[in-house]
Protein backbone atom coordinates (compact mmCIF):
# COMPACT_ATOMS: atom_id res chain seq x y z
CA UNK A 1 0.00 0.00 0.00
CA UNK A 2 1.26 3.76 -0.87
CA UNK A 3 2.14 5.96 1.90
CA UNK A 4 -0.69 7.90 0.24
CA UNK A 5 -3.82 9.03 2.57
CA UNK A 6 -6.55 11.43 2.38
CA UNK A 7 -8.86 11.06 4.96
CA UNK A 8 -13.05 12.11 5.56
CA UNK A 9 -15.80 11.58 7.87
CA UNK A 10 -17.45 9.68 4.79
CA UNK A 11 -16.01 8.12 1.89
CA UNK A 12 -18.60 7.72 -0.83
CA UNK A 13 -17.30 5.73 -3.84
CA UNK A 14 -18.82 6.25 -7.62
CA UNK A 15 -20.32 9.22 -8.40
CA UNK A 16 -23.08 7.99 -10.44
CA UNK A 17 -26.95 8.08 -9.96
CA UNK A 18 -27.05 7.47 -5.98
CA UNK A 19 -23.39 8.57 -5.02
CA UNK A 20 -23.46 12.41 -6.37
CA UNK A 21 -26.83 12.64 -4.65
CA UNK A 22 -25.17 11.24 -0.99
CA UNK A 23 -22.40 13.48 -1.75
CA UNK A 24 -24.71 16.65 -2.22
CA UNK A 25 -26.89 15.73 0.17
CA UNK A 26 -24.46 14.47 2.99
CA UNK A 27 -22.16 17.35 2.24
CA UNK A 28 -24.81 20.31 3.22
CA UNK A 29 -23.60 19.78 6.83
CA UNK A 30 -20.30 21.46 7.24
CA UNK A 31 -19.33 19.83 10.12
CA UNK A 32 -18.82 16.36 7.50
CA UNK A 33 -16.20 16.01 5.58
CA UNK A 34 -17.41 14.36 2.32
CA UNK A 35 -14.71 12.49 -0.10
CA UNK A 36 -16.46 11.24 -3.63
CA UNK A 37 -14.09 9.12 -5.68
CA UNK A 38 -15.26 8.39 -9.22
CA UNK A 39 -13.81 6.03 -11.19
CA UNK A 40 -14.08 8.07 -14.61
CA UNK A 41 -13.28 11.86 -15.59
CA UNK A 42 -15.23 14.63 -13.19
CA UNK A 43 -16.42 17.31 -15.04
CA UNK A 44 -17.08 20.68 -13.92
CA UNK A 45 -20.31 21.51 -14.51
CA UNK A 46 -19.53 23.78 -17.52
CA UNK A 47 -17.31 21.05 -19.26
CA UNK A 48 -19.10 18.49 -20.01
CA UNK A 49 -18.46 17.00 -23.14
CA UNK A 50 -21.47 17.45 -26.30
CA UNK A 51 -21.52 13.63 -26.32
CA UNK A 52 -22.54 13.32 -22.99
CA UNK A 53 -25.34 16.71 -23.18
CA UNK A 54 -27.35 15.31 -26.08
CA UNK A 55 -29.97 13.39 -24.98
CA UNK A 56 -30.18 11.97 -28.86
CA UNK A 57 -26.81 10.23 -27.63
CA UNK A 58 -26.66 7.35 -25.67
CA UNK A 59 -24.23 4.62 -24.55
CA UNK A 60 -21.04 6.93 -25.48
CA UNK A 61 -17.91 4.37 -25.60
CA UNK A 62 -15.44 6.82 -24.63
CA UNK A 63 -17.27 6.91 -21.19
CA UNK A 64 -18.15 3.61 -20.92
CA UNK A 65 -16.92 0.66 -18.64
CA UNK A 66 -17.07 -1.61 -21.78
CA UNK A 67 -18.88 -4.52 -19.90
CA UNK A 68 -20.43 -7.59 -21.80
CA UNK A 69 -23.33 -10.14 -20.84
CA UNK A 70 -23.85 -13.30 -21.52
CA UNK A 71 -26.97 -13.84 -23.61
CA UNK A 72 -28.40 -17.27 -24.08
CA UNK A 73 -26.07 -19.61 -26.01
CA UNK A 74 -23.08 -17.75 -24.03
CA UNK A 75 -22.79 -15.23 -26.66
CA UNK A 76 -21.57 -12.05 -25.68
CA UNK A 77 -24.08 -8.72 -25.39
CA UNK A 78 -22.72 -5.34 -24.93
CA UNK A 79 -23.88 -4.01 -21.65
CA UNK A 80 -23.24 0.21 -21.59
CA UNK A 81 -22.49 1.40 -18.11
CA UNK A 82 -21.89 5.13 -17.68
CA UNK A 83 -18.37 5.68 -16.48
CA UNK A 84 -17.88 9.36 -15.89
CA UNK A 85 -19.38 11.59 -12.85
CA UNK A 86 -22.92 11.23 -13.34
CA UNK A 87 -22.87 7.61 -13.89
CA UNK A 88 -25.11 6.05 -16.42
CA UNK A 89 -27.50 8.97 -16.13
CA UNK A 90 -24.38 10.89 -18.37
CA UNK A 91 -24.78 8.57 -20.97
CA UNK A 92 -28.60 6.89 -20.76
CA UNK A 93 -31.99 7.58 -22.72
CA UNK A 94 -33.37 10.20 -20.23
CA UNK A 95 -36.06 8.28 -19.20
CA UNK A 96 -37.65 9.28 -15.55
CA UNK A 97 -39.77 6.85 -15.15
CA UNK A 98 -40.53 5.53 -11.49
CA UNK A 99 -40.76 2.23 -10.01
CA UNK A 100 -45.06 1.66 -9.20
CA UNK A 101 -46.26 0.77 -5.78
CA UNK A 102 -46.60 -2.92 -7.05
CA UNK A 103 -42.60 -2.94 -7.31
CA UNK A 104 -42.45 -1.88 -4.12
CA UNK A 105 -45.00 -4.64 -2.26
CA UNK A 106 -42.57 -6.58 -3.52
CA UNK A 107 -39.18 -5.66 -2.21
CA UNK A 108 -41.44 -5.08 1.01
CA UNK A 109 -42.15 -9.83 0.86
CA UNK A 110 -37.57 -9.72 0.92
CA UNK A 111 -38.39 -8.26 4.37
CA UNK A 112 -36.75 -4.68 3.08
CA UNK A 113 -38.50 -2.36 5.57
CA UNK A 114 -39.91 1.57 4.79
CA UNK A 115 -39.39 1.61 1.11
CA UNK A 116 -43.68 0.78 0.30
CA UNK A 117 -45.29 3.50 -2.28
CA UNK A 118 -46.38 5.42 0.71
CA UNK A 119 -43.11 5.51 2.00
CA UNK A 120 -40.88 6.74 -0.65
CA UNK A 121 -43.65 8.93 -2.46
CA UNK A 122 -42.40 11.96 -0.53
CA UNK A 123 -38.68 11.19 -1.73
CA UNK A 124 -39.45 10.83 -5.50
CA UNK A 125 -41.58 14.32 -5.37
CA UNK A 126 -38.53 15.79 -3.25
CA UNK A 127 -36.31 15.24 -5.93
CA UNK A 128 -38.35 16.80 -8.96
CA UNK A 129 -38.55 20.04 -10.18
CA UNK A 130 -41.80 19.43 -13.02
CA UNK A 131 -44.21 21.95 -14.08
CA UNK A 132 -47.14 19.28 -15.38
CA UNK A 133 -49.52 16.60 -13.40
CA UNK A 134 -51.40 16.25 -10.32
CA UNK A 135 -50.10 18.14 -7.49
CA UNK A 136 -50.10 14.66 -5.09
CA UNK A 137 -48.19 12.98 -6.99
CA UNK A 138 -45.50 15.33 -8.53
CA UNK A 139 -42.68 17.92 -7.10
CA UNK A 140 -42.05 21.56 -8.42
CA UNK A 141 -38.56 22.35 -6.86
CA UNK A 142 -36.48 19.50 -6.38
CA UNK A 143 -32.68 19.86 -8.23
CA UNK A 144 -34.11 16.79 -11.25
CA UNK A 145 -36.10 18.65 -14.01
CA UNK A 146 -38.59 16.15 -15.35
CA UNK A 147 -40.60 16.72 -18.55
CA UNK A 148 -43.60 14.90 -19.54
CA UNK A 149 -43.66 14.51 -22.99
CA UNK A 150 -46.51 15.60 -24.94
CA UNK A 151 -47.83 15.02 -28.15
CA UNK A 152 -46.59 18.54 -29.72
CA UNK A 153 -43.01 17.33 -28.56
CA UNK A 154 -43.31 13.83 -29.98
CA UNK A 155 -42.25 13.50 -33.80
CA UNK A 156 -45.13 12.36 -36.09
CA UNK A 157 -43.58 8.24 -35.80
CA UNK A 158 -43.81 8.53 -32.23
CA UNK A 159 -47.02 10.04 -32.20
CA UNK A 160 -48.10 7.36 -34.68
CA UNK A 161 -46.85 4.78 -32.46
CA UNK A 162 -48.93 5.69 -29.35
CA UNK A 163 -52.26 6.21 -31.94
CA UNK A 164 -51.67 2.83 -33.22
CA UNK A 165 -51.25 1.45 -29.70
CA UNK A 166 -54.52 3.01 -28.63
CA UNK A 167 -55.99 1.82 -31.78
CA UNK A 168 -55.30 -1.63 -30.23
CA UNK A 169 -57.28 -1.23 -27.68
CA UNK A 170 -54.84 0.30 -25.03
CA UNK A 171 -55.48 3.49 -23.02
CA UNK A 172 -53.55 7.12 -23.18
CA UNK A 173 -51.95 6.94 -19.85
CA UNK A 174 -50.93 11.01 -20.63
CA UNK A 175 -48.58 10.67 -17.23
CA UNK A 176 -46.74 7.45 -16.41
CA UNK A 177 -45.77 9.12 -12.75
CA UNK A 178 -48.82 9.65 -11.96
CA UNK A 179 -51.73 7.63 -10.68
CA UNK A 180 -52.18 5.27 -13.78
CA UNK A 181 -49.34 3.41 -15.86
CA UNK A 182 -51.16 1.01 -17.60
CA UNK A 183 -51.02 2.21 -21.26
CA UNK A 184 -49.53 4.25 -23.86
CA UNK A 185 -47.89 7.51 -24.02
CA UNK A 186 -44.72 9.63 -24.65
CA UNK A 187 -42.26 9.39 -22.03
CA UNK A 188 -41.30 11.18 -19.10
CA UNK A 189 -37.53 12.47 -19.63
CA UNK A 190 -35.02 14.49 -17.69
CA UNK A 191 -34.21 16.39 -20.18
CA UNK A 192 -34.61 20.71 -21.14
CA UNK A 193 -33.97 22.00 -24.01
CA UNK A 194 -32.52 18.99 -25.27
CA UNK A 195 -29.72 18.76 -23.01
CA UNK A 196 -28.82 15.63 -20.63
CA UNK A 197 -29.46 16.41 -16.65
CA UNK A 198 -27.39 14.44 -15.37
CA UNK A 199 -26.99 14.04 -11.79
CA UNK A 200 -23.42 15.63 -11.80
CA UNK A 201 -24.90 18.79 -13.53
CA UNK A 202 -28.54 18.48 -11.12
CA UNK A 203 -27.01 17.59 -7.74
CA UNK A 204 -22.94 18.44 -8.08
CA UNK A 205 -23.81 21.89 -8.88
CA UNK A 206 -20.73 24.56 -9.25
CA UNK A 207 -22.37 25.73 -5.85
CA UNK A 208 -22.14 22.12 -4.39
CA UNK A 209 -18.53 21.76 -5.25
CA UNK A 210 -17.74 24.88 -3.80
CA UNK A 211 -18.02 23.19 -0.31
CA UNK A 212 -15.19 23.37 1.59
CA UNK A 213 -15.88 20.07 2.99
CA UNK A 214 -16.47 18.12 -0.12
CA UNK A 215 -13.73 17.02 -2.07
CA UNK A 216 -14.59 15.01 -5.59
CA UNK A 217 -11.23 12.84 -7.39
CA UNK A 218 -12.00 11.63 -11.00
CA UNK A 219 -10.27 8.96 -12.58
CA UNK A 220 -9.72 6.27 -9.88
CA UNK A 221 -10.44 2.93 -9.37
CA UNK A 222 -11.21 1.34 -6.17
CA UNK A 223 -9.64 -1.97 -5.57
CA UNK A 224 -11.12 -2.97 -2.45
CA UNK A 225 -12.43 -1.92 1.20
CA UNK A 226 -10.20 -1.66 3.76
CA UNK A 227 -11.16 -3.05 7.36
CA UNK A 228 -9.59 -3.58 10.55
CA UNK A 229 -11.11 -7.11 11.77
CA UNK A 230 -14.89 -6.56 10.67
CA UNK A 231 -14.45 -2.71 10.84
CA UNK A 232 -14.53 -0.71 7.45
CA UNK A 233 -11.12 1.96 7.42
CA UNK A 234 -11.42 3.47 4.41
CA UNK A 235 -10.49 2.18 0.52
CA UNK A 236 -7.85 1.23 -1.13
CA UNK A 237 -7.54 2.55 -5.14
CA UNK A 238 -5.31 0.69 -7.69
CA UNK A 239 -2.39 3.08 -7.43
CA UNK A 240 -2.37 2.54 -4.00
CA UNK A 241 -3.77 5.28 -2.12
CA UNK A 242 -5.31 4.75 0.59
CA UNK A 243 -8.67 6.84 1.41
CA UNK A 244 -9.23 6.68 4.90
CA UNK A 245 -12.92 7.33 6.48
CA UNK A 246 -15.19 6.87 9.85
CA UNK A 247 -17.73 5.14 7.53
CA UNK A 248 -17.42 4.05 3.38
CA UNK A 249 -20.41 4.19 1.41
CA UNK A 250 -20.07 2.16 -1.88
CA UNK A 251 -22.14 3.35 -4.82
CA UNK A 252 -20.25 1.88 -7.87
CA UNK A 253 -24.16 0.80 -9.29
CA UNK A 254 -25.10 -3.36 -9.62
CA UNK A 255 -21.88 -4.14 -11.16
CA UNK A 256 -19.33 -1.94 -9.65
CA UNK A 257 -20.45 -2.39 -6.25
CA UNK A 258 -20.47 -5.92 -5.87
CA UNK A 259 -16.57 -6.82 -7.68
CA UNK A 260 -15.56 -4.45 -5.15
CA UNK A 261 -17.10 -6.28 -2.04
CA UNK A 262 -15.93 -9.32 -3.26
CA UNK A 263 -12.09 -8.16 -3.90
CA UNK A 264 -12.82 -6.74 -0.16
CA UNK A 265 -13.46 -10.54 1.00
CA UNK A 266 -17.36 -9.80 1.43
CA UNK A 267 -19.23 -12.68 -0.74
CA UNK A 268 -19.53 -16.40 -0.80
CA UNK A 269 -17.07 -18.02 0.55
CA UNK A 270 -16.41 -20.43 -1.85
CA UNK A 271 -15.58 -17.93 -4.54
CA UNK A 272 -13.61 -15.92 -2.62
CA UNK A 273 -11.31 -18.92 -1.61
CA UNK A 274 -10.98 -20.03 -5.24
CA UNK A 275 -9.73 -16.49 -5.89
CA UNK A 276 -7.26 -16.47 -2.60
CA UNK A 277 -9.46 -13.62 -0.98
CA UNK A 278 -9.70 -13.66 2.53
CA UNK A 279 -13.33 -13.82 3.48
CA UNK A 280 -14.87 -11.07 5.95
CA UNK A 281 -18.13 -12.12 5.62
CA UNK A 282 -19.55 -14.61 4.16
CA UNK A 283 -22.43 -12.74 2.07
CA UNK A 284 -24.66 -13.75 -1.40
CA UNK A 285 -23.02 -11.09 -3.21
CA UNK A 286 -23.75 -11.22 -6.98
CA UNK A 287 -25.77 -14.47 -6.44
CA UNK A 288 -29.10 -13.05 -7.77
CA UNK A 289 -28.46 -10.61 -10.40
CA UNK A 290 -31.97 -9.83 -12.44
CA UNK A 291 -32.00 -7.35 -15.29
CA UNK A 292 -34.27 -6.90 -18.35
CA UNK A 293 -33.89 -8.39 -21.44
CA UNK A 294 -34.76 -6.65 -24.89
CA UNK A 295 -35.22 -6.83 -28.50
CA UNK A 296 -35.20 -4.29 -31.04
CA UNK A 297 -36.70 -3.82 -34.67
CA UNK A 298 -36.14 -0.97 -36.73
CA UNK A 299 -38.14 0.41 -39.81
CA UNK A 300 -37.00 2.97 -42.02
CA UNK A 301 -38.82 6.17 -42.05
CA UNK A 302 -40.91 7.13 -44.97
CA UNK A 303 -40.15 9.78 -46.75
CA UNK A 304 -42.17 13.33 -45.44
CA UNK A 305 -41.41 11.48 -41.84
CA UNK A 306 -37.96 11.55 -41.28
CA UNK A 307 -38.34 14.12 -38.40
CA UNK A 308 -36.20 12.17 -35.55
CA UNK A 309 -36.01 15.21 -32.62
CA UNK A 310 -36.54 14.08 -29.75
CA UNK A 311 -35.12 10.32 -30.03
CA UNK A 312 -37.28 9.52 -27.12
CA UNK A 313 -39.79 8.52 -27.42
CA UNK A 314 -43.15 7.24 -26.75
CA UNK A 315 -43.76 3.70 -24.55
CA UNK A 316 -46.39 1.11 -24.08
CA UNK A 317 -46.43 0.14 -20.90
CA UNK A 318 -48.97 -3.12 -19.86
CA UNK A 319 -49.23 -6.82 -18.63
CA UNK A 320 -48.67 -9.89 -20.31
CA UNK A 321 -51.11 -12.95 -20.92
CA UNK A 322 -49.31 -14.03 -17.72
CA UNK A 323 -48.78 -11.06 -15.64
CA UNK A 324 -49.48 -11.74 -12.05
CA UNK A 325 -52.26 -9.64 -10.04
CA UNK A 326 -51.37 -5.71 -10.43
CA UNK A 327 -48.55 -6.77 -12.28
CA UNK A 328 -46.68 -4.27 -15.87
CA UNK A 329 -44.49 -6.82 -16.96
CA UNK A 330 -43.73 -5.23 -20.70
CA UNK A 331 -42.44 -2.67 -22.21
CA UNK A 332 -43.05 -1.87 -25.84
CA UNK A 333 -40.97 1.47 -26.83
CA UNK A 334 -40.51 3.70 -29.98
CA UNK A 335 -37.15 5.87 -29.87
CA UNK A 336 -34.79 6.96 -32.66
CA UNK A 337 -32.01 6.09 -30.85
CA UNK A 338 -30.35 4.53 -34.02
CA UNK A 339 -28.65 6.70 -36.89
CA UNK A 340 -30.71 7.88 -39.79
CA UNK A 341 -27.61 6.94 -42.15
CA UNK A 342 -27.88 3.36 -40.92
CA UNK A 343 -31.47 4.18 -43.15
CA UNK A 344 -31.58 3.79 -47.12
CA UNK A 345 -34.13 6.79 -46.35
CA UNK A 346 -31.83 9.16 -44.28
CA UNK A 347 -34.94 8.37 -41.03
CA UNK A 348 -35.28 5.15 -38.95
CA UNK A 349 -37.34 4.28 -36.31
CA UNK A 350 -36.62 1.38 -33.18
CA UNK A 351 -39.42 -0.55 -31.48
CA UNK A 352 -38.21 -2.38 -28.29
CA UNK A 353 -39.55 -4.70 -26.35
CA UNK A 354 -38.80 -5.50 -23.05
CA UNK A 355 -39.52 -8.05 -20.48
CA UNK A 356 -39.50 -5.96 -17.33
CA UNK A 357 -40.29 -8.38 -14.69
CA UNK A 358 -38.15 -11.53 -14.93
CA UNK A 359 -38.50 -14.30 -12.82
CA UNK A 360 -34.88 -15.50 -13.83
CA UNK A 361 -31.75 -14.21 -11.86
CA UNK A 362 -28.68 -14.52 -13.12
CA UNK A 363 -25.25 -13.94 -11.43
CA UNK A 364 -21.92 -11.54 -10.90
CA UNK A 365 -19.26 -13.20 -10.38
CA UNK A 366 -15.05 -12.29 -10.34
CA UNK A 367 -12.83 -12.73 -13.54
CA UNK A 368 -9.87 -12.11 -11.59
CA UNK A 369 -8.84 -10.33 -8.18
CA UNK A 370 -7.03 -7.55 -10.38
CA UNK A 371 -9.44 -4.15 -10.54
CA UNK A 372 -9.17 -3.92 -14.14
CA UNK A 373 -10.51 -6.87 -15.15
CA UNK A 374 -14.70 -6.55 -15.78
CA UNK A 375 -16.71 -9.26 -13.66
CA UNK A 376 -18.62 -11.75 -15.47
CA UNK A 377 -22.24 -11.14 -15.92
CA UNK A 378 -24.37 -13.77 -16.49
CA UNK A 379 -28.23 -12.69 -16.33
CA UNK A 380 -29.51 -15.90 -17.26
CA UNK A 381 -31.92 -13.96 -19.80
CA UNK A 382 -34.88 -15.95 -20.79
CA UNK A 383 -33.68 -18.47 -17.96
CA UNK A 384 -37.63 -20.09 -17.50
CA UNK A 385 -40.37 -21.13 -19.87
CA UNK A 386 -42.32 -17.95 -18.42
CA UNK A 387 -40.15 -15.46 -18.96
CA UNK A 388 -39.28 -16.98 -23.18
CA UNK A 389 -42.76 -16.88 -23.33
CA UNK A 390 -43.79 -13.36 -22.62
CA UNK A 391 -40.74 -11.89 -24.26
CA UNK A 392 -42.29 -13.64 -27.31
CA UNK A 393 -45.69 -11.77 -26.39
CA UNK A 394 -43.75 -8.73 -26.16
CA UNK A 395 -42.31 -8.83 -29.78
CA UNK A 396 -45.01 -9.55 -31.17
CA UNK A 397 -46.77 -6.90 -29.55
CA UNK A 398 -44.42 -4.71 -31.06
CA UNK A 399 -44.88 -6.16 -34.85
CA UNK A 400 -48.40 -5.74 -34.22
CA UNK A 401 -48.19 -1.55 -33.88
CA UNK A 402 -45.45 -1.54 -36.24
CA UNK A 403 -48.29 -3.28 -39.14
CA UNK A 404 -51.23 -0.95 -37.43
CA UNK A 405 -52.63 1.06 -40.39
CA UNK A 406 -52.11 4.23 -38.21
CA UNK A 407 -48.57 3.43 -37.66
CA UNK A 408 -47.91 2.09 -41.98
CA UNK A 409 -48.04 5.65 -43.79
CA UNK A 410 -44.61 6.76 -41.44
CA UNK A 411 -42.74 3.24 -42.06
CA UNK A 412 -40.87 2.68 -45.66
CA UNK A 413 -39.86 -0.57 -44.90
CA UNK A 414 -38.03 -3.32 -42.06
CA UNK A 415 -34.41 -3.36 -41.63
CA UNK A 416 -32.48 -6.06 -40.81
CA UNK A 417 -32.97 -8.58 -39.43
CA UNK A 418 -36.41 -8.04 -40.15
CA UNK A 419 -39.61 -9.33 -38.29
CA UNK A 420 -41.19 -11.67 -40.72
CA UNK A 421 -40.94 -14.37 -39.25
CA UNK A 422 -42.97 -17.29 -40.14
CA UNK A 423 -44.15 -19.23 -36.80
CA UNK A 424 -43.56 -18.90 -33.14
CA UNK A 425 -40.93 -21.13 -32.37
CA UNK A 426 -38.52 -19.74 -35.30
CA UNK A 427 -39.54 -16.11 -33.81
CA UNK A 428 -38.49 -17.55 -30.19
CA UNK A 429 -35.22 -18.55 -31.79
CA UNK A 430 -34.53 -15.51 -33.36
CA UNK A 431 -35.19 -13.64 -30.57
CA UNK A 432 -32.82 -15.44 -28.36
CA UNK A 433 -30.02 -15.16 -30.98
CA UNK A 434 -30.32 -11.55 -30.86
CA UNK A 435 -31.30 -9.99 -27.47
CA UNK A 436 -30.22 -7.17 -25.60
CA UNK A 437 -29.62 -5.51 -22.74
CA UNK A 438 -32.23 -3.10 -21.72
CA UNK A 439 -30.16 -1.56 -19.36
CA UNK A 440 -31.57 -1.86 -16.09
CA UNK A 441 -29.82 -4.34 -13.43
CA UNK A 442 -30.23 -4.91 -10.17
CA UNK A 443 -30.03 -7.14 -7.09
CA UNK A 444 -26.74 -8.34 -6.79
CA UNK A 445 -26.52 -6.88 -2.99
CA UNK A 446 -29.73 -6.79 -1.80
CA UNK A 447 -31.45 -5.48 0.65
CA UNK A 448 -33.53 -8.12 2.87
CA UNK A 449 -34.93 -8.96 6.03
CA UNK A 450 -33.38 -11.46 8.53
CA UNK A 451 -35.41 -14.35 7.19
CA UNK A 452 -34.64 -13.61 3.63
CA UNK A 453 -30.99 -16.19 2.23
CA UNK A 454 -30.55 -13.75 -0.70
CA UNK A 455 -30.24 -10.25 1.39
CA UNK A 456 -26.07 -8.91 1.52
CA UNK A 457 -27.27 -5.56 3.27
CA UNK A 458 -29.94 -4.39 5.64
CA UNK A 459 -33.39 -1.84 4.90
CA UNK A 460 -31.08 1.09 5.01
CA UNK A 461 -27.76 -0.49 2.85
CA UNK A 462 -25.82 -1.59 5.99
CA UNK A 463 -23.61 -4.66 4.78
CA UNK A 464 -24.60 -7.35 7.02
CA UNK A 465 -21.64 -8.95 9.50
CA UNK A 466 -19.53 -5.83 9.39
CA UNK A 467 -19.92 -2.54 10.41
CA UNK A 468 -19.00 1.25 8.59
CA UNK A 469 -19.98 0.14 5.12
CA UNK A 470 -22.97 0.24 3.32
CA UNK A 471 -24.25 0.06 -0.34
CA UNK A 472 -26.09 2.64 -1.63
CA UNK A 473 -27.29 2.22 -5.50
CA UNK A 474 -29.37 -0.11 -7.92
CA UNK A 475 -27.16 -3.28 -6.78
CA UNK A 476 -29.65 -3.14 -3.36
CA UNK A 477 -32.88 -3.10 -4.94
CA UNK A 478 -34.05 -6.78 -4.08
CA UNK A 479 -36.38 -7.25 -6.87
CA UNK A 480 -36.00 -5.38 -10.59
CA UNK A 481 -38.72 -2.57 -10.97
CA UNK A 482 -41.24 -2.50 -14.46
CA UNK A 483 -39.73 0.43 -15.07
CA UNK A 484 -36.70 2.05 -16.07
CA UNK A 485 -34.11 2.44 -12.70
CA UNK A 486 -32.65 5.98 -12.69
CA UNK A 487 -35.23 7.75 -11.41
CA UNK A 488 -35.59 5.42 -8.51
CA UNK A 489 -32.42 4.80 -7.53
CA UNK A 490 -31.98 8.74 -7.31
CA UNK A 491 -34.89 8.40 -4.76
CA UNK A 492 -33.00 5.70 -3.12
CA UNK A 493 -30.28 7.32 -2.38
CA UNK A 494 -32.36 10.24 -0.99
CA UNK A 495 -34.60 7.75 1.25
CA UNK A 496 -30.96 6.42 2.75
CA UNK A 497 -29.86 9.79 3.61
CA UNK A 498 -32.65 11.29 5.01
CA UNK A 499 -33.58 7.78 6.85
CA UNK A 500 -29.48 7.38 8.24
CA UNK A 501 -28.15 10.72 8.22
CA UNK A 502 -29.94 13.87 7.94
CA UNK A 503 -30.64 15.45 11.59
Do not use: C
Amino acid sequence: MSDLTETADVVVVGGGSAGAVLAARLSQDPARTVLLLEAGHAYAPDAYPPALLDASKIADPDHDWGYTARGPGQTQIPNPRGKVLGGSSAVNATVALRARAADFAKWGEHGAEGWSFDDVLPAFRMLENTPTGDDAHHGRTGPLPIRQRTDDDLTPSLRGFVEAAVALGFKRVHDFNGAEQNGADGYPVDVVDGIRQNVGLVYLTAEVRRRPNLTIHGDITIDRVLFDGTTATGALAADGTVYRGHEVILSGGTYGSPAILLRSGVGPADELAALGIGVVADLPVGRRLQDQPGYHQAYALAPGYLEMTPAVGSLLWTASREAASDELDLHVNATHLMPGSLSPTGGAIVVMAALVQPESTGTLKLASRDPGDAPIIDPNYLGTGRDARRMLEAVKLGHAIARNRIFAPFIAGELPPGDAVADDDTLAQVIAANLAVYGHPTSTAPMGGPGDPWAVVDSVGAVKGVSGLRVADASIIPQVPSATTNVTVIMLAERIYQRVYAS
